[in-house]
């Protein structure tokens, strides 16, 4: 299986994908053309806990190929159909998910001429099931987004809402 291996710099994803803030758990090698192998003994030991070879690949690549404990508590942490996905599929999927949500910024961005996006309820929505859905899949970090919410009623100038919005 060709699967990028740990210790690309993780410069990479961010230069491939510079509008969209990943996860932290991606993997900073998840784009590299090396072909990835997992550690044997790290694999061996995820294999005598029942861990079948597949699912065990799956958890040393994405918890970074490096430590048995991580390794384990990512296969106990997922349902027994997710580790059924082949790890390429895994990939393919987050890939093309990162280059969808990368296209729509990018839209966005040259989109808006004032440099002020005005999300509608709809957009509202959907950011907040995305970030339950970002907090759902990390337990292992924390992570924090700052979100505004402008009320529109105010009418205020792109430009003074801009420089009300920087002071906040």
Known sequence: VSLPPPGVQAGTVALKYPHV????????????????????KLLAQLMEMGVTEMAATKALYWT???????????VFERSEESLKTPLVVEIKMLTADLEMKEAEMRDRILSVDS?????DDDE????AWEMEQMMDMSTEYE???????????HQLSPGRMTELVGMA
């Open 21 to 40: 803030s990943l996860p932290h758990n991606t993997p900073p090698y998840l784009f590299s053309d090396k072909i990835f192998t997992p550690k044997h």
């Open 64 to 74: 970074g190929n490096s430590c048995i404990e991580l390794a384990s508590n990512w």
């Open 115 to 119: 440099g002020v996006h005005m999300l």
């Open 124 to 127: 509202m929505e959907y950011h």
């Open 143 to 153: 992570s924090y987004k700052l979100v505004l919410v402008v009320n529109k009623s």
